[in-house]
């Protein structure tokens, strides 16, 4: 059955359109490379769907866009919370670089602390739909642990493919949400092979996110929601870190729903960061060529992708948008992770403060003009990876318990 506001699904690569598709992933002319794009009606959205009917909805979570969702309609079991997290005005750190118009869109207080939750939350609803009862991923860790959180609240069973590098707080997530958890002596390419293959043979239910074309459609929801939190003013830039592509393509998708229901005037141009480490889109967007694999080397663990699994929606959304591309190095994150926590009070983890990262540097090279009106997406929380934050900062030495200490200890505060 269709979705009652989804047309169909469209190939990026032969652009094929399926009408009939609900036992479609990627295209069948085009094999894993094409990668389906979900199609909507939205002359049919428009008359149910509209600033009007957002403003009187209670519904504070991704439902709310319920008719931009390719879904039958909202699962019936009780599901966590996710979406509809917070668009800060961060003034102080704006300040700091002249940006007058500067705003942070929180997702590290999604349910499991990443953005990654807008994506888990379609593929439990979808493999509630198709009657599945295990579904699989291969993850640099918030995948995963999002995937894990969000089915054991419907209980729905995972099988998980992580690297060797993935952060422990991560996989402690994965084993108090109780996934069967599959630590794989490798990186990411190879968890990503692995769990192929456990779905090739077993068809369990498939959440790796540029192979299943729904997830993209959950990532989009942050769009949807910072559109709604700026008033549908229009909004300059979008910065975001990419690692597959799966998050940036759904930022641009959720922007082009809006402007395409004429609820904004505009698309914001999308910047996307990658580190310096492991940068393949950057190379492909600068060179106008194809994608070349990369290493993977950086502490941003969760955009060490070597190979994106979503090439061509990740680097339309830049073309599109008549955006950019960006890299920062790891000394450039965990300085953006000390400024983003001292000036805002937010804990990113580096893939998230590689955004912060690439809005500095983007702001020192001129390429955001002083009255841009700027949106951060910060993607995941700070405590998901201690380790890293550690390394950002110098611990103090423990001192004895006397208070003659006090002076020197005060004297010294910055
Ligand atoms: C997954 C992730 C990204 C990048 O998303 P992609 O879809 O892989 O490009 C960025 N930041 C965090 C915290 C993530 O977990
Ligand atoms: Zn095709």
Redesign the pocket.
Known sequence: MRPEYVLGLRCTVCGTFFEDFEALFTCPHCGEKGILDVEYDYLKIKGHFDKMSLSRNRDYTIWRYLPLLPLLGKPKQPLLKVGYTPLYEVKRLGEAYHQQNLFLKDDGVNPTG???DRASILAVAKAIEAGKDTICCSS????ASSLAGNAAKVGLKTLIFVPERAPKGKLAQLMIYGANLVIVKGDYKAAFNMSKAAIDQYGFYNRN?AINPYLVEG?KTVALEICEQTNFESIDWVI?????????AGVYKGFYDMKSLGMISKIPRILGVQADGCKPLLEAFVSNSDLKESDENTLAD??A?GI?R?PKK?LKAVYESKGSYISVTDDEILEAMRILGRTEGVFA?P??GASVAGFIKAKQRGLLADGDRVVIIH??NGLKDIQSGLKAVTLPEAVDPDTTQLKTIVERMN
């Open positions: 990443s953005l990654k640099t860790g918030n995948a996110a990532k975001v870190s990419v690692g597959d592509g799966c998050t940036i969760s955009i992708v994106p979503n990740a983890e893939a998230s993607t995941g």
